[in-house]
């Protein structure tokens, strides 16, 4: 599938965008937190039961002939036959890729899509999805069910999801989960400035760098992922976990 040149290029909702533009009156500001409450609601239920998640991040420009489309649907596919779900955010270019190589394995593929005005569809490589209205809501979506983090190239979209996943890590408010970067030549540049700038001027400690992978090698970013994951987390090989639909699952 060719990538929407829109994706991502134009304004939200007018509600999403007029909820982010400073204060409101106070009855549309209620009814926006009562909105945001049932969009969380909303995905904890569809979520609950899709097993543990790998999150994949990556750009949606990409198509299917660039070197980085394949990379991404060859992680998605390890991924999936270590037995891991993989998520995505439900688009198209590289989160297509890796659902894609999770269902050419028989893997489990699911996405957190975000409603855009003008391209709203999901990839067609999903098991399960949702759609979300707010960003910040689909974001914590993607680090809630996981248990590693794979970013492939990206834009500002992805460097979000990168340094907001590092400083949830580094300030503790989830565990030390893998974080691992795909396609060295791309992430390399900013990598030395990291090390050359924030260590250097210790706004970051070496250990937080040191918790980022980079690799050019699917194979080793499933090894760390599945080490960790069994070795660290506990997770074990058994049946997935059952729906119950009377819980919304």
């Given at each position: 599938m060719k990538p929407?040149?829109?994706w991502g290029k134009t304004p939200g909702p007018p509600t999403v965008n007029k909820f982010l533009e400073g204060p409101q009156p106070r009855r549309f500001e209620k009814w926006s937190a009562l909105d945001i409450l049932r969009e969380l609601v909303r995905g904890f239920r569809v979520l609950h039961s899709v097993g543990p998640c790998v999150t994949v991040f990556g750009s949606a420009r990409f198509?299917?002939?660039?070197?980085?489309y394949a990379l991404a649907r060859e992680v998605g596919a390890g991924l999936a036959r270590a037995?891991?779900?993989?998520?995505?955010?439900?688009?198209?270019g590289l989160m297509e890729a890796a659902n894609r190589g999770a269902k050419?394995?028989?893997?489990?593929?699911v996405g957190c899509n975000i409603e855009l005005p003008r391209e709203q569809r999901p990839n067609p490589y999903l098991d399960r999805w949702i759609t979300f209205r707010h960003f910040f809501v689909r974001k914590l979506m993607l680090i809630k069910y996981s248990y590693a983090f794979v970013a492939l190239p990206g834009g500002f979209g992805t460097l979000d999801e990168v340094f907001e996943t590092a400083a949830l890590i580094q300030t503790g408010k989830i565990q030390q989960f893998p974080v691992i970067l795909m396609g060295s030549d791309y992430w390399e540049p900013l990598i030395a400035f990291l090390r050359d700038r924030l260590v250097a001027e210790r706004t970051i400690e070496p250990?937080?760098?040191e918790r980022i992978t980079v690799t050019d090698s699917p194979e080793e970013a499933v090894e760390?992922?599945?080490?960790?994951?069994?070795d660290r987390f506990g997770l074990t090989y058994g049946p997935p976990p059952r729906r119950r639909r009377l819980l919304g699952d």
């Open positions: 929407d040149p829109r198509g299917e002939d660039h070197k980085y037995g891991f779900t993989v998520m995505t955010g439900g688009g198209p050419d394995v028989g893997g489990r593929s250990e937080d760098l760390t992922v599945t080490r960790v994951g069994m």
